[in-house]
């Protein structure tokens, strides 16, 4: 069983729902994330999303989309980033840690010598943002390997012959995107939510993870009440993007903001 089902199993037992932050690794400068990491950890986070700079994230709000061109520009590469996850697994062991990212960087490296540097790295699971399950076989096989969960974004639009597609290749856990569009964008109809949520557990047995659009602990809280995790990203991304300049601070907001939502869906 990999960390991030010990993780939802764990967390189901005692009846608690999972806080999976979301941050682009690099984004405001190497050592700053390497602190972020750190201080979600210790704020309440039981996975995190590590985002792999990519130079046109699609999927991804204007937030995210200027935090993927910053790191971009500072050079910073898949390498550095699995440096900032070993770096953080010779302190912390137990909190999940997933790359969320594109295809292209995973390709330029190599399935199979990706997968290898992930798992030596400590990466527990992989979404690759624009790789639909039709083209996953070949990565998903050396993820395999190496004991990686390969998660999936299941959309609103999402049809039931493909859920049923995407129930026989993911692991780990599902990321429901709440809303259509980009990352950051729009209000949750929490209703919606929930009518998707019912749909998709016809097909899709894993825990699912709710994303896009939630904003604060009081929305947070609305969401895990049928789902298994709750996932926040464009708010800290904000933060970063706003206090980058001051260390102290910005880690001090995020690992605040970190600390409501885990109490609050809690």
Do not use: C, W
């Amino acid at each position: 069983m990999s960390i991030i089902s010990n993780i939802f199993n764990e967390l189901g037992q005692s009846g608690k729902k999972a806080f999976i932050p979301f941050i682009t690794a690099g984004h405001g400068g190497l050592d700053n994330s390497e602190a972020l990491v750190f201080s979600l950890a210790n704020n309440g986070a039981d996975i995190i999303e590590l985002g792999v700079p990519f130079s046109d994230p699609m999927a991804d709000g204007p937030v995210i989309a200027k935090s993927h061109e910053r790191a971009v520009a500072d050079g910073i590469s898949l390498n550095d980033v699995l440096a900032i996850v070993e770096r953080f697994r010779e302190h912390n062991q137990d909190t999940g840690i997933v790359l969320m990212g594109y295809t292209n960087p995973i390709e330029v490296y190599g399935y199979k010598a990706f997968a290898e540097r992930a798992q030596e790295a400590g990466v527990d699971g992989v979404l690759v943002v624009d790789m639909p399950p039709e083209e996953a076989h070949d990565l998903k096989s050396e993820l395999d390997a190496v004991e990686i969960d390969f998660i999936f974004l299941v959309a609103p639009t999402t049809t039931d012959d493909r859920l049923k597609d995407i129930s026989k290749l993911a692991t780990g856990f599902v990321y429901f995107v709440s809303l259509k569009g980009v990352t950051g964008a729009g209000n949750l109809d929490i209703d919606s939510v929930n009518h998707h949520l019912a749909r998709m557990r016809n097909h899709i047995k894993l825990p699912v993870g709710v994303g896009f659009g939630i904003k604060n602990a009081k929305t947070a809280k609305q969401v895990s009440e049928n789902a298994d995790a709750v996932i926040v990203g464009s708010t800290l991304v904000s933060i970063v993007e706003q206090l980058s300049s001051d260390k102290d601070k910005m880690i001090t907001k995020v690992g605040n903001l970190a600390n409501q939502i885990s109490n609050a869906i809690n």
